[in-house]
């Protein structure tokens, strides 16, 4: 499989959909305990550093679900809460624009091969945490 951001030049630049729980979740930080603040934070380093190691434009979609509901976009970075299962969404926004590149972070594996599936490149969360 090619790399999306190797891809010929698309309309729009290639989408980001990060998996905010399962990023979150890979550091034993606190954050289970204030689950929103946590998603916030991750929202302000993605706005602030965008896709490291990738100096070209991209749309970072930051998806978020549980007690992480309701973290508003920035500048850089949108925000959509899950209505119900966070991988579920992601696999739908993948599905929804099938002609982008498009790369998903996350390290779980089972949303990893239904994104695969759908053409989707995957990446874990030392992606965009460092």
Known sequence: MTDPFDAPPSPAPPLVIVDGANVVGSRPDGWWKDRKGAAERLRDRLAGEGLPGHPDPV????????????????????????????????????????????????????????????GARVAGPRTVLG
Do not use: N, Q
């Open 59 to 118: 749309e970072i979609v930051l998806v978020v679900e549980g007690a992480a509901r309701g973290v508003a976009s920035v500048p850089g970075v949108r925000v959509e809460s899950a209505p119900g299962s966070g991988d579920d969404h992601i696999v739908e926004l993948v599905a929804a624009d099938p002609g982008r590149p498009r790369l998903v972070v996350t390290a779980d594996r089972e949303l990893r091969r239904r994104v695969t599936e759908l």
